[in-house]
């Protein structure tokens, strides 16, 4: 139904499941080799970045007095050095990770890692703050290097259905990482003299070691251009891989929409500490439970987009996650106003206690829960929309925007601290943002905003079960045929699929108030009968086969029109004359219980057969049988097999 959610461009790794039942759900990945080490590997890489990083942060902010390092400015310095490599190397690394082996180069990166860890080692025990500036600049460039890889290797080895998942376990468990680290290395590095050193040291170089044990067993990804002549410049390289990026509108804008949420993100996760001392009135262990409320809430958003989606990439979630990131931001800017005014600092016991601060806790793991809504199936789209042959490089882009979005947001933090805005106001103001924002990327793309009318169409007013889609076809041309119920029976096929299907349809439908804007916007096919319109006739046909030959499906319902008695009508011969220049593979489908609905044509008492039973959250049934070549297609054959499916 939608652009935004076409097929993979190449099939699945030999290592990925066709069959949509061998894994129930994505924790099943977690047993299977072609994801487990990987999944790990980088979980250990993120926890020893951030374990790394805070524990550094603290020493230079509490314990060592450094002239040319204020205390201040400690922290922004060191994140900005982790930065850097992003934005000078990540274009190398994007061509690096589709020229070679993503395994090799995982493994490389670990062993890079080892040896970081162990050059760290020796500056915290020397207390040397140029050294252990250096390893943030070398582990910023560790990251930049796993990077494109990170997200380039799992369409290699996942299938469409398992995509969704096996990316929401990712983003759960890096946020969950970063959590983890952040709060060893702070309670390490806070253990008195020497003693904090050590161990700080010892657990880095650690968690580096089982890494590396991990990345051992990540399986053969092979490279995807392994052609590729390196350009190690990175001003033409990066420009490169932006034109490779906007090369692909859905993507580019996708890559957009992700970056946004970096900038949004960064936002909240930077005014943290200063929120928890100034606004709640809370001690460092608050401000460790705002982070650790922002990454549960992320990681959460990110398992429910497999359940949500019904385990397809499902870019209707996005909207949905925008209105919540701005719904929550703005009942926090609320939940603050009137807090208990307090003589000395809260810790985390005496905050919790306070029923007064649950709203503010609430509000933080929901507007975090819907970040991951928001950017999770759009890390799937990138993934499947993007060439093969340069996946990792637009990957490697998107990193560069996400790294000039996140300096950028800290720009706009400064500004509003210079207008003296307060925190609260502050998260406001990205409340207003972040629906501008969506309004505008919803505008140049109304098919996420398509999809989540659609989605909430058949969640709320229907309870569709679909039967058989792993039967779509995931790549290559091919025809959609249905029984035709209702006004709504499109949009049935048009989420069930997991790409978008362009639908042949009577031209009367788009003059009907409401229902033909959404047609519209879905750029379905409008026909008339040949002795109507003759020219709207040939010209719907036209437009079905340029649709085959740019690779898409075609949606048509044999009928011809809705059914006025819920019985099944005779097929009309439209879809041969499309097969006979275009013999393309057709998918048979069957709706039921969709007569007698609020989109039939059903009308009580008027003299019509009786209808299923059933109003608000009708369950309503899309079976969908494997695809006939077209060869074995004539009306006759596809009534019959729709007719056993209706019968079955």
């Not at 070679?100 to 990166?109: E, M």
């Not at 969950?176 to 040291?201: D, F, Q």
């Not at 719904?327 to 807090?339: I, P, W």
Request: glycine share 8%.
């Amino acid at each position: 139904m939608s652009e935004a959610t076409s097929h993979p461009t190449a099939p699945v790794s030999a290592g990925a499941s066709a069959d949509p039942h061998a894994h129930p759900n994505q924790f099943a990945l977690l047993g299977q080799r072609r994801y487990a080490p990987f999944f790990w590997a980088q979980i250990f890489g993120a926890a020893n970045d951030n374990l790394f990083k805070y524990a550094f942060t603290i020493l230079v902010t509490y314990h060592l007095q450094v002239s040319w390092l204020p205390r201040e400015t400690a922290g922004a310095v060191i994140g900005a050095v982790f930065i850097l490599p992003w934005l000078i190397f990540s274009a190398t690394s994007g061509q690096l990770a589709d020229k070679l082996d993503k395994a090799v180069i995982v493994r490389g990166v670990k062993w890079l890692e080892i040896a970081i860890m162990l050059l760290a080692g020796w500056g915290f025990m020397a207390t040397n703050v140029p050294v252990l500036l250096s390893c943030v600049f070398l582990m910023g460039l560790h990251s930049t290097i796993v990077g494109p890889v990170k997200y380039a290797y799992l369409p290699q080895h996942l299938n469409e259905r398992e995509l969704t998942g096996g990316n929401g376990m990712m983003e759960m468990g890096t946020f969950v990482a970063i959590l983890v680290g952040s709060i060893g290395g702070g309670l390490l590095i806070a253990l008195p003299g020497e003693t904090g050193l050590r161990w700080v040291a010892l657990s880095c170089l650690t968690v580096a070691v089982i890494g590396r044990v991990f990345a051992q067993f990540v399986p053969v990804s092979p490279p995807t251009d392994p052609g590729i002549k390196l350009n190690f410049n990175p001003v033409t390289e990066t420009w490169a891989n932006l034109k490779l990026a906007h090369g692909n509108l859905v993507v580019f804008r996708s890559l957009l929409g992700i970056s946004w949420m970096w900038f949004f993100g960064a936002v909240f996760l930077a005014q943290f500490p200063t929120f928890s001392r100034d606004v709640l009135h809370g001690n460092e262990q608050v401000a460790s439970l705002m982070l650790a409320l922002f990454s549960i809430g992320v990681g959460v958003g990110a398992l429910l987009c497999e359940t949500l989606s019904h385990r397809h990439v499902e870019i209707g979630l996005v909207p949905f996650g925008a209105i919540g990131m701005s719904v929550f931001s703005v009942d926090l800017y609320f939940a603050t106003r009137g807090l208990p005014a307090v003589s000395e600092a809260w810790n985390v016991a005496g905050f919790v206690a306070q029923s007064a601060h649950w709203r503010v806790m609430a509000d933080v793991v929901l507007l975090s829960g819907f970040v991951g809504l928001f950017s999770v199936p759009m890390y799937a789209l990138i993934q499947l929309r993007s060439q093969p042959s340069h996946r990792a490089r637009i990957i490697a882009a998107n990193n560069i925007i996400n790294s000039i979005f996140m300096i950028v947001s800290a720009g706009l933090v400064a500004v509003m601290v210079a207008f003296k805005l307060t925190i609260p106001q502050q998260f406001l103001v990205m409340a207003v943002l972040n629906a501008v924002v969506a309004a505008y990327i919803f505008s140049l793309m109304p098919e996420y905003l398509m999809r989540f009318v659609f989605l909430i169409l058949t969640r709320q007013v229907y309870r569709l079960k679909v039967k058989g889609d792993h039967n779509f076809p995931l790549e290559g041309p091919g025809v959609v045929i249905c029984n035709h119920l209702s006004y709504a029976d499109a949009i049935f096929l048009g989420v069930a699929c997991p790409r978008p299907v362009r639908f042949i349809m009577d031209h009367r439908i788009f003059k009907t108030p409401g229902i033909g804007w959404f047609f519209k916007l879905a750029k379905a096919i409008p026909i008339a009968p040949q002795k109507e319109d003759p020219e709207l006739y040939e010209r719907a046909f036209a437009e079905a086969r340029r649709v085959l030959d740019e690779g898409d499906l075609v949606g048509i319902f044999p009928e011809g029109a809705i059914t006025r008695d819920g019985k099944l009508q005779p097929f009309r011969a439209g879809i041969m004359k499309i097969l006979e220049t275009h013999p393309v593979q057709v998918v048979p489908c069957a709706l039921r219980n969709v007569w007698g609905s609020v989109f039939s044509r059903y009308k009580k008492g008027a003299g019509e057969p009786p209808a299923p039973r059933g109003g608000l959250l009708r369950k309503v049934e899309l079976i969908v049988e494997p695809a006939m070549p077209a060869a074995d297609v004539s009306p006759q054959t596809l009534q019959s097999r729709v007719e056993a499916m209706l019968r079955g």
